[in-house]
């Protein structure tokens, strides 16, 4: 006959206390860690670095999470943040949240932007270039994406760079003649400086995307986000 192991009511009572912290206090851990630090992607881009980074951060702040960037290139960066090893990029453009991935934008767009066709030295510059097979054309990653065009689609040859000031760097120092880069037109007296003409060819809003394990955050970080450009503004104003 198998004797039944009882505890004593006063025993019971001390165990049942710890039992319930054993079971909740590891998940509260991991909220407050996912919901107190993020790291954010950031595009090693001159514009994201002296205006949108501070921006996202102040506004990160503001809801008291604090944050770390890490510099990721363009295919790398979406890598990271679809697969959780990174919780948010800095901006993006609004083509890259789609329903078979784990990208959710925040609202509201930071601002608008393009995909920008670059022409230097007297070269034709029409949207036409990029279906001469006998152009060769600098771009950055994603382009294709962004452009919501397959490599085969064009007829120039498109060569691409992870980097944006690697493809400044191709066309004003004579490699290339054409290059293809994401702006937002902050860049556009800096083109023309340069002696680079300039036709947007694929436009999109300038967004704040975060990992979809973080959704439960939207409404405060879309807040804050809005509380800043407000305040920018006004400052304008």
Known sequence: ????????????????????????????????????????????HPRVNNFY???????????????????????????LLNQGMTDADVVRFDVVAQPDNNIVIVPPALSHGASFLLCIRGAKCSKDVIEDPDNAIAATTRFFFNMGKQSRALKANIFEFDDFHHVIDLLLGGRFDYAIMPSDHAEEDIFRRSGIEFIPLVEHKVVHVIHKKHSHLVDDLSEAIAKQLALLDQQQN
Request: net charge positive; with cysteine.
């Open 1 to 44: 006959m198998k004797r039944k192991c009882k505890f004593p009511a006063s025993t019971a009572k001390k165990l049942f206390p710890l039992f319930i912290t054993l079971l909740v206090s590891p998940l509260k851990v991991v909220a407050e860690h996912e919901n107190s630090h993020f790291v954010i992607g950031e595009l090693n």
């Open 53 to 79: 980074k501070p921006l996202i951060e102040r506004a990160y702040r503001s809801i008291g999470i604090e944050v770390t960037f890490e510099k990721v290139g363009g295919e790398r960066g979406l890598r």
